[in-house]
């Protein structure tokens, strides 16, 4: 529906105190609007260029405040609401101009956000690196292949580069996304070498020659690693635990013998844990998990020449990263080796050959029986069997060098409760992502300063806040965890 007001003035009013209950699914964003009409008695003006009325939506709302359902729906932060009468209009923001931005003292911080997807496909781009060109400041994309970054006012207009291993690089001017959320298209980069040429490479020479290149590729200074830390428990499709932190990292240089240390600067969390849930499950350790999974400092057995006879190498493919051309060699464990756990893929540069990142997990085959190595204490009668155990690390180039940019770990569990028919899927995960980088005046931090890694985080801390992060960057939470959120503290207020 259009309406266009002339003459008549449009006075602002308060915007309606109205709650909404609905259940879109591959709904028409037209039809949704006429629910939300039909419940509130508001009507929705706006021109067809501000807004596409065939768009899909896929959302519910339980006694959700209008506005935030508008929010939830549009999801487009360039849009504001006018309210005349019985009537909401629909309009973009004046968007202001880079230099009345520059001159805004009040003014420090700005968000820029959009979503990534493969060009062809249209599928999301998950844990794609996200970083202000000649900068230590960076994010990485979620789930649902958004991001949210935040960077000082003086950055906007500096160059945002968008790196994902097998995609060209895109880079753009910041401001294209200042007031907009748009949907950033990449597209696959396809390497095309002579086949001659991959097969005269020997994989296990190329992760030796890595390893000896490591002075050379990784920082030899002591560096400080600001991060975004997350760590979750799911009941099948039901969140049990949400944490999450802002951890300040001493890295010792990468030939140090010294252990990473590690400061919480801010924490919160999220429990949805009721009565009637049989069995808990917590994640153990998982602040020396996230440390730990720094593979070219802490080097698990695939890459460790002592261990290379237990495992099978090959070159599996050459795919592009960060403009640069990169070997991806595949490993798994020899049938005869019992020792040897992993299977997956190892990333290297093929001009630098530092290891820019590793995809792996314990082999199914050699999956059986690996409880004791993650289970602490059980409740009595109670089976757990391990499913699956996944992990994921990039790194990325900043002045020359290699720094960690993103680990990530998840872990699937079967459990089974004595005289019970069936067994409950739990899955338990972490991620850390690093957002910036100091290399200036680092100094190891005291044994008072530092906290502990070996706790259940979940348990330290106890407290969720909306507007919690403040200028921090963090991982753009996915839509079912926004969800969950939301559900939780609607319960808490109706309580």
Same mark, same amino acid.
């Given at each position: 529906m259009l309406i266009i007001f002339g003459i008549t003035k449009v006075y602002a009013q308060d915007f309606p105190d109205k709650k909404i209950t609905l259940k879109l699914k591959n709904t028409a964003l037209h039809q949704a609007f006429r629910e939300i009409s039909r419940q509130s008695g508001y009507y929705f003006t706006y021109e067809g260029d501000v807004l596409d009325a065939n768009k899909i939506i896929n959302k519910n709302f339980r006694n959700t405040p209008l506005k935030e359902c508008l929010?939830?729906?549009?999801?487009?932060?360039?849009?504001?609401?006018?309210?005349?009468?019985?009537?909401?209009i629909i309009k973009k923001k004046h968007i202001p101009s880079v230099d009345s931005l520059l001159n805004n003292p009040a003014i420090k911080i700005i968000k820029l956000q959009a979503k990534l997807v493969d060009a062809v496909s249209g599928d999301a781009l998950a844990y794609a690196s996200i970083s202000v060109q000649n900068s230590n400041i960076g994010t990485v994309s979620n789930e649902n292949g958004y991001f949210l970054l935040k960077i000082p006012k003086e950055l906007i207009n500096k160059n945002l580069c968008i790196s994902y291993i097998g995609y060209n690089n895109n880079c753009f001017p910041a401001i294209k996304l200042y007031h907009q959320t748009q949907v950033i298209k990449l597209s696959r980069n396809y390497v095309s070498l002579q086949e001659v040429l991959i097969r005269n490479r020997d994989p296990r020479s190329i992760i030796q020659r890595a390893l000896k290149k490591i002075p050379e590729n990784y920082p030899q200074k002591a560096t400080y690693l600001i991060t975004f830390y997350r760590e979750k428990v799911k009941q099948k499709s039901k969140y049990m635990f949400l944490s999450e932190a802002v951890l300040k990292i001493y890295k010792p240089a990468y030939l140090s013998m010294q252990n990473?240390?590690?400061?919480?600067?801010?924490?919160?969390?999220?429990? %949805?844990?009721?009565?009637?849930?049989?069995?808990?499950?917590? $994640? #153990?350790?998982? @602040? &020396?998990? =996230?440390?730990?999974?720094?593979?070219?400092?802490?080097?698990?057995?695939?890459i460790n020449i002592d261990y290379f006879s237990g495992y099978k190498y090959q070159i599996s493919d050459i795919e592009s990263y960060d403009n640069k051309t990169n070997y991806v060699i595949a490993f798994k464990p020899k049938d005869n080796e019992k020792d040897a756990l992993y299977r997956g893929f190892i990333y290297i540069d093929a001009e630098s050959l530092a290891i820019i990142g590793a995809d792996?997990?314990?082999?199914?085959?050699?999956?059986?029986?690996? %409880?004791?190595?993650?289970?602490?204490?059980?409740?009595?009668? $109670? #089976?757990?069997? @391990? &499913?699956? =155990?996944?992990?994921?690390?990039?790194?990325?180039?900043?002045?020359?060098?290699?720094?960690?940019?993103?680990?990530?770990?998840?872990?699937?569990?079967?459990?089974?409760m004595k005289k019970q028919w069936f067994a409950t899927n739990f899955t338990t995960s972490l991620e850390m992502a690093v957002s910036s980088i100091d290399t200036l005046n680092v100094h190891r931090f005291k044994r008072k300063e530092s906290d502990k890694t070996n706790t259940v985080f979940a348990d330290e801390i106890h407290q969720y806040d909306e507007s919690f992060w403040e200028d921090y960057n963090f991982i753009k939470p996915e839509d079912d965890w926004q969800e969950a959120i939301k559900k939780l503290q609607l319960k808490l207020k109706e309580k």
């Open positions: 929010d939830e729906i549009l999801n487009d932060s360039t849009l504001k609401y006018q309210v005349y009468e019985n009537h909401i990473d240390l590690l400061q919480i600067l801010k924490s919160r969390t999220f429990h %949805n844990v009721e009565k009637q849930d049989s069995v808990q499950m917590k $994640l #153990k350790s998982g @602040l &020396k998990t =996230a440390l730990v999974l720094d593979i070219v400092k802490n080097r698990p057995d695939f792996y997990e314990i082999s199914p085959d050699r999956i059986y029986g690996m %409880n004791n190595r993650f289970i602490i204490k059980k409740e009595k009668g $109670l #089976k757990v069997t @391990l &499913k699956k =155990a996944r992990y994921q690390i990039n790194y990325h180039q900043w002045n020359g060098k290699y720094y960690l940019k993103y680990v990530k770990a998840a872990l699937k569990f079967k459990v089974k």
